[in-house]
């Protein structure tokens, strides 16, 4: 067990190594110079130059990479240029936002993924089974910013029941949840058609195992069955596609902060690369990276607790 | 045989998008580029059948030629991804080992960066293009084809034949070329078919986002992206890209099932 988690935290810690030495690798090896990019070309040589030593971009490219993640780990993404302020600052304002879209984004998934899954499982090959796969099919088609265009059509422009986009700030919660609501169905009701289809093979093959049909036999009631032998067994796949899954939704908030114009690290990111502000872009795609990694991560180890069996073999 | 459902399906749905497609680059109902603002937001007619959009060009000359877009990006990613990602499976299946171990974290490594995350670095380092698109999406797929094609061979190192050409004497590199990659071609084709699917709401989804095509060049992202702004004026531009996307997606998908169905006979039924 102990070496189990150990195998995991080295190959975790190796990874988020390896995906920074590529954050970087592509933002300062890539042909493009930062200092042209922010002053513009008509820039005369001795600016670039004092630019290029603020910097820090005549340092060697070991140096500079270890500056940046050995500041990075103590919270210092250094300053923004477009915004002139630290780049932790931009981040820490803009966290909660996105985090609540994700987490709730996520919770909603699982629940009812859950319920559609289960419920098709239990009428295989009947109508209700058609027709959550049919829904689950198209929403796996449906592209999550083309979902939400619909739902401002329908929600905002014709019921006039939500606001079409932005956020009022945390100060009226019912106002900002009330904004949220579509982003997170958006980004819901596409997740949870992957992860309901999943839930329903995988029961589906758990209840053709031997020792279910030796519970059914021995008179075990049903939801008994369910309960207790089908769906921890049938867990292990659908744990892995949450995992998968937590990390689309986090890069699907990007997508959904820009369709629904709210100010969280998403939309942050897309200012940065208008702006050419390669510091936060690169603090910003590292975070995410980190998020992805650190969900997987979790998954891993959320196996070997539900599956002993992990545990061994490794 | 009789060919599953789903495949029929798929092909037709498939066979729609991809002769609009191929149509597209001879012949468009009218110019996809033209503007003609005294004819703009103008209902669906005989001159225009979906009407056309806030700069009067024809919405489907568009859509035609979105759809060419699409199936371009889908075809070069994926084949680029696929044929890295095969070469570099056959090499792990192939040698083993340690080689075998570093390609498969490398592959582990690829899962860790969503294909958006990619696009976006590659937009702040070189600029937003539809090549850099192209290079995000052909990157998320090396892992995917690495991990499909390292284990289907693994499966044929084991058989008959192979130990055969072993004792014949025939090096790694010939086997891995005559034997086992004619062998594991049938659920690489598959793989592929689902990919394009991805490929096709990866592409729609940087174009919505300004990482894709760039004007004037017309993509079904970017068609979104624009109607999005004009929703209260003409919300049917914001339903027909969708639509295209849907269908090719679902074309794909299907198309991928089917094909799975017909190679791997023992999935039936379970999904």
């Known amino acids: 067990m102990y070496f189990f988690i150990f195998n995991r935290i080295a190959n975790f810690i190796v990874t988020i190594f390896v ?5 970087f690798a592509a933002m300062n090896v890539l042909p493009g110079d930062p200092a042209l990019t922010i002053l513009g070309l008509d820039a005369t040589e001795d600016a670039l130059d004092a630019l290029r030593e603020k910097l820090g971009l005549n340092e060697p490219l070991i140096k500079r990479y270890f500056s940046w993640i050995i500041n990075a780990l103590s919270g210092n993404f250094g300053v923004s240029h477009s ?13 909660p936002l996105t985090v609540s879209l994700a987490i709730s984004g996520m919770l909603c998934t699982i629940f009812l993924a859950f319920v559609l899954g289960v419920f098709a499982a239990a009428n295989h090959q009947r109508s209700g089974d058609w027709g959550v796969m049919i829904i689950s099919q198209l929403g796996i088609a449906v592209p999550a910013f083309w979902l939400s265009i619909l739902l401002v059509l329908l929600f905002a422009v014709k019921l006039r029941w939500l606001p079409p986009g932005g956020f009022p700030g945390w100060e009226s919660p019912i106002d900002a949840l009330r904004s949220l609501i579509m982003p997170t169905l958006s980004l819901t009701l596409v997740q949870s058609a992957v992860l309901a289809r999943v839930t329903r093979s995988s029961m589906l093959e758990i209840k053709r195992q031997d020792y279910i049909r030796t519970a059914q036999a021995s008179g075990l009631h049903p939801r008994r069955i369910l309960w207790l032998h089908t769906l921890p067994n049938a867990l292990i796949p659908i744990v892995t596609i949450i995992g998968m899954q937590f990390a689309a939704l986090v890069t699907g908030t990007i997508v959904i902060e820009n369709v629904f114009y709210l100010p969280g690290l998403g939309k ?6 208008s702006n050419r502000d390669l510091p936060t872009v690169q603090a910003l795609v590292m975070l995410f990276a980190a998020i992805v990694i650190v969900a997987n991560f979790i998954v891993d180890i959320a196996y070997s607790f539900i599956d002993p069996r992990l545990r061994e073999r490794t | 045989m009789r060919l599953p459902l789903n ?3 798929g092909a037709v749905l498939i066979f729609c998008v991809v002769t609009a497609a191929i149509v597209s680059i001879f012949w468009t109902p009218h110019s996809h580029i033209e503007m003609n603002i005294s004819m703009k937001f103008a209902d669906p007619s005989n001159l225009h059948w979906l009407g056309t959009d806030q700069l009067g060009r024809d919405v489907v000359s568009q859509l035609m030629v979105a759809a060419q877009n699409s199936v371009q990006v889908a075809l070069v990613a994926v084949f680029i991804g696929g044929a890295i990602g095969t070469f570099l499976g056959l090499i792990a299946s192939a ?4 080689v075998e171990d570093l390609i498969m974290r490398l592959a582990d490594l690829g899962f860790a960066f969503p ?3 990619f696009a976006i670095m590659l937009a702040a380092a070189l600029g937003p293009s539809l090549n850099n698109a192209i290079m995000a999406i052909a ?5 995917i084809f690495i991990r499909v094609s390292r284990g289907s061979a693994n ?8 130990y055969a050409a072993k004792a014949a004497g025939l090096t790694k590199f010939r086997i891995s070329l005559d034997h086992i990659l004619p062998n594991i071609m049938a659920p690489i084709i598959v793989q592929a078919t689902i990919e394009f699917a991805v490929a096709i709401l990866a592409e729609a989804a940087l174009s919505y986002l300004g990482l894709g095509a760039q004007p004037p060049q017309p993509s079904w992202g970017r068609m979104l992206s624009e109607a999005q702004t004009l929703m209260y004026l003409a919300p049917e531009l914001a339903i027909y890209p969708g639509v295209c996307i849907i269908v090719s997606v679902i074309g794909f998908g299907l198309l991928g099932d089917g094909l799975r169905d017909i190679t791997d006979p023992r999935l039936n039924g379970s999904r």
Request: no cysteine; glycine share 4%; proline share 4%.
């Open chain 2, 139 to 143: 990157f998320i797929n090396i892992p």
């Open chain 2, 95 to 98: 040698i083993g080992g340690l």
């Open chain 1, 83 to 95: 915004f002139s302020v630290p780049v932790s600052e931009l981040i820490i304002e803009r966290l």
């Open chain 1, 268 to 273: 942050l990111i897309f200012q940065s690369i």
């Open chain 2, 7 to 9: 495949f029929l399906f």
């Open chain 1, 19 to 23: 995906v920074s030495i590529i954050v």
């Open chain 2, 115 to 117: 294909a958006l995350l």
């Open chain 2, 155 to 162: 499966q044929i190192w084991q058989r008959e034949y192979v």
